[in-house]
């Protein structure tokens, strides 16, 4: 095999190996941003829960003023039911004692029944905290193994970068554009062997897309070192003489 192709067959190799590795930081990263993500859902969840605890809470202390009021209202009442002179009066008292006295129990059911509910939110929402440590550890975890997998790949990376680079420096322009092109499409699967379909007879296929190719394009680079591409997917061709 000629220069031009045992280059670009190189330089394919080393961009695979940069696609893999980008692959993986990438699904590190992925990972980080939807537990980012469950974390805020949790979080907002959370803050909802707040919220509503906070006002219910606002409505119970209403209540206890109002109870009170009611309270202090019975008190004065059976004071002046001692002062009364007759039994209209007694009477008529005794009937708003006994309204206030109703209104207030009333009002006392209400509230225990509200700070029952408060409880039980407040209960619910110890579970989520709960969670929200969880979730926070773990996205914690899952950051420090991102850094980690970027720090451990980034002398690879360099050393990758720089072997490109050589590499890139035994092409012409136009071929190393026309790889750069392909690599970005097939996700550095820029070239592409044709494969014999049968052992006895002339005939040919991509191994990248599977279509079939001409004998003379395999003579063709049987006998000289350029690029073809393959008419269907563009992969640039080789023929594997290892196998
Ligand atoms: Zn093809």
Known sequence: ????????????????????????????????????????????????????????????????VDLKGHMAQVSRLREHLNTVRTNKQYAAILAQLNNEKADASRLEAKALEMMANIEARRKAMAAYEEEERAEAARLEDLRAQAAAAD??????????????????????????????????????????KIERTHPRKDEFMCSGCHMSLSAECYNALMIRDEVQTCRNCGRILHIDRSS
């Not at 050393?159 to 322009?173: F, G, N, S």
Request: charge should be neutral; hydrophobic fraction near 45%.
């Open 1 to 64: 095999m000629g220069s031009v192709l045992e280059a670009l067959l190189e330089l394919q190799d080393i961009e695979l190996q940069l696609v893999d590795i980008r692959r993986q930081l990438q699904h590190k990263r992925q990972l980080v941003q939807r537990q980012g993500a469950r974390l805020q859902a949790i979080r907002d969840k959370l803050a909802v829960e707040h919220e509503a605890v906070r006002r219910m809470q606002m409505d119970v202390d209403a209540i206890d």
């Open 151 to 192: 720090a451990m790949f980034a002398p690879k990376v360099a050393e990758l970068e720089r072997r490109r680079a050589e590499a890139a420096k035994r092409l012409d322009a136009k071929i190393l554009t026309l790889f750069e092109r392909l690599s970005d499409r097939y996700e550095g699967e820029a070239l592409a």
